[in-house]
């Protein structure tokens, strides 16, 4: 079984860190901004059952936004990305939350994330105030940082708790295992 996740938000706000932090524990400082569209994937085994992740990266600048609509027509889940010392990129979660609900109506799984914890120094967006925008909208909402890990496993673990059993249905998944790339490989993280 195979679930489509699109990534979108604003140029800078870390959608590539987090997806590369997930599949391969790794974080470049230097990344390149993305050109279109880029994918990546994790496949992993629950009660039985292969799962895979197909991780969509949408380029966050406004002269790629005419292709994401053709991305989010057959997806499980929308990821919305934005970066907490941004307040422009946190403002900019309603043209991407308006561009879900035109292609996709409301039937379909969002989380809102704010990224780059590790700056919480410069932080521009509260905790509270993204925490209360995504519950407008009865999306997942964490805080992660792609730099340090910190609540990326998490993040993808509420993501799987809410994904369909199959594409065509609304049951839940069993719990999912996720294994954590990080120095701690071995040990196992669940989604229930």
């Known amino acids: 079984m195979k679930h489509k996740l699109v990534f979108l938000g604003e140029q800078g706000t870390g959608k590539t860190s987090i997806m590369t932090k997930f599949i391969y524990d790794s974080f470049d400082e230097d990344y390149q901004a993305t050109i279109g569209i880029d994918f990546l994937a994790k496949t992993f085994r629950t009660n039985g059952e292969i799962i895979k992740l197909q991780l969509w990266d949408t380029a966050g600048q406004e002269r790629f936004y005419s292709l994401i609509p053709s991305y989010l027509r057959d997806c ?31 039937e379909i799984v969002i989380a809102i ?29 964490f805080e992660t940082s792609a730099k340090t890990g910190e609540n990326i496993i998490t993040l993808f673990n509420e993501i799987c708790k809410k994904l369909p059993k199959d594409n065509n249905d609304n049951k839940l998944l069993s719990p999912v295992e996720i294994e954590s790339p990080s120095e701690n490989y071995g040990k196992k993280h669940f989604c229930r």
Do not use: P
């Open 113 to 141: 994330c704010g990224n780059k914890l590790d700056r919480e120094d410069q932080r521009k967006v509260s905790y509270d105030e993204g925490k209360e925008y995504a519950q407008k909208f009865n999306a997942i909402f």
């Open 76 to 106: 499980s889940v929308a990821v919305i990305i934005y970066d907490i010392t941004n307040k422009e990129s946190f403002t900019k979660v309603d043209h991407w939350i308006d561009c879900i609900y035109n292609e996709r109506g409301k």
